[in-house]
């Protein structure tokens, strides 16, 4: 990683952790489920999506405090998703991030109740963002529940499953993944464009690149499940082999999977040499959800 | 129940059940996962707080299609959490409106996800009303957030929850049903209210009467598992004793509830009496909660 990126990253991942953090405790709900909500906030991750929001931001030198709001509403999202995909009924995982999951500390009904809350908390926060434009909070508010709804994730996750049960064609794959993780990292990419008043050309630039790179995030997380250590990763490795999952290295080898990471990796850097002015970060953004080994 | 709110029903059911219909087959998603929705979402009820935001509009004279979609919106968000509440780990029930809960048909894992997608969706489709004014449009979407999630009703379900361990004071049992059912009954007031442009002080009054109605509705609940047979109920009767659960019958007798609820009511229609115009229709409607039998 790139010193560049790494200050970006340490400098910007406490503050969107404030961030949550505060919208969660300025709640006025029942002790325990804020304290689970929080739990599975704080259990780390890589904040890879309100990253985005901001190095998208960066990228049109706008700053504006709203991104750090639009950030973690996005990670609150994404964190009640693996609250519940990590359910008994779903993927049932005893371990997150290196950490329990939520259900196995506040139990299956508390767990999918946080998830609830989180899920409805965010599209309230989007509505109260006062100093945001009105027209600008609505449209956010849409595309996110587009992005995570039966259109996106959830649409994704019921993919998956249904996937569990045969063998998927890379085109399937694809799909699953376009929607499952590919529609909230999109989303984030956008959101950024968004409160930074990108034209509509440059948003769609930004929405190439943001599929390349939800591709690569996704096959990159295959590759990590092959090669990588439960140690490492946080989560159990070798999971996808052993329940003989479709997955980009069991459709292509590992090989294959890491020439079609590359292409997706290029493609998604000739999207950014499209835009009017340089844009280091996003491209060194990418590089870093190529090379992670987490 | 009399005719004219009879006639109001009758009227008015099938446009609601029409526009949850359309607004779940109109998006793109796998059908499994829209045939789950539409399995709970046309599972039959009351349909009253969908009802509440059209007796609202009804008062002020006000004709507008949002309402529709404003209480199929509401239905929506009903509908998920009873998906949710029916599920193993919560009341785990095998059946809801005398027709198997979802997870019976569909399995757990789509069951949470059809929840997730239906609450996810309901604020999407707030954010869409194109004809509704803007600052309309957020505030509705807020105040959903707040009603149906860790302040309202998610809150009131977690404190339900932890009821089940421990005899419930009256104050208590109250606070768990002012959140459970009462919040998003208040919405549906108050939704029609911003719809129909009522002034703060008829807002301030119908809160009043939104708030005994939902106490109402609460107690009628408790009494009715007492009194009626799961058949007329479509849902298991008698759960409330069998589980020791604290309820307004096992507070304060059957008797002592019914005397609860009466004087809930005479409050709610009090209310109403402050309203600059008479309001026929809200009072039979408040009858109507009172003397339901199912």
């Known amino acids: 990683m790139t010193l560049q990126l790494q200050s970006f990253m340490k400098s910007n991942i406490p503050l969107v952790e404030k961030h949550m953090d505060d919208l969660v405790k300025i709640i006025t709900a029942p002790e325990i489920l804020k304290e689970s909500m929080l739990y599975s906030l704080n259990a780390g991750g890589k904040r890879v999506r309100p990253l985005f929001v901001l190095a ?101 996750q019921i993919l998956d499953i249904q996937g569990e049960e045969k063998q998927l064609t890379l085109e399937e794959l694809e799909k699953v ?51 990588g250590t439960t140690e490492q990763l946080g989560k159990t490795a070798g999971k996808d082999v052993a329940s003989d999952k479709s997955t980009y290295p069991a459709l292509l080898t590992i090989d294959g999977a890491n020439k079609k990471l590359q292409q997706h990796f290029r493609l998604a850097i000739e999207a950014l040499d499209k835009l009017p002015s340089d844009s280091i970060l996003l491209k060194e953004f990418a590089e870093y959800i190529v090379h992670r080994n987490k």
Do not use: W
């Not at 371990?95 to 309230?124: I, S």
């Not at 390349?212 to 990590?224: E, K, S, T």
């Open 56 to 156: 998208v931001m960066d990228h049109f030198n706008v700053k504006d405090d709203a991104a750090y709001t639009v950030g973690a509403v996005i990670e609150m999202i994404h964190t009640y998703s693996l609250i519940h995909d990590d359910l008994p009924s779903m993927d049932n995982d005893d371990y997150r991030r290196g950490k329990l999951t939520n259900h196995k500390v506040f139990g299956e009904a508390f767990a999918t109740l946080a998830g609830d809350a989180l899920n409805t908390l965010a599209f309230g926060i989007l509505a109260r963002m006062q100093h945001v434009d009105a027209e600008k909070r609505l449209e956010l508010i849409n595309l996110l529940s587009i992005a995570a709804g039966a259109e996106g994730m959830v649409g994704g």
């Open 177 to 227: 993944h376009i929607n499952k993780t590919g529609a909230i990292l999109r989303f984030s990419i956008e959101a950024g464009a968004i409160l930074a008043n990108a034209t509509a050309d440059e948003r769609s630039i930004l929405a190439e690149y943001a599929h390349h790179i939800g591709l690569c995030f996704q096959i990159q997380d295959d590759i990590l499940d092959v090669v």
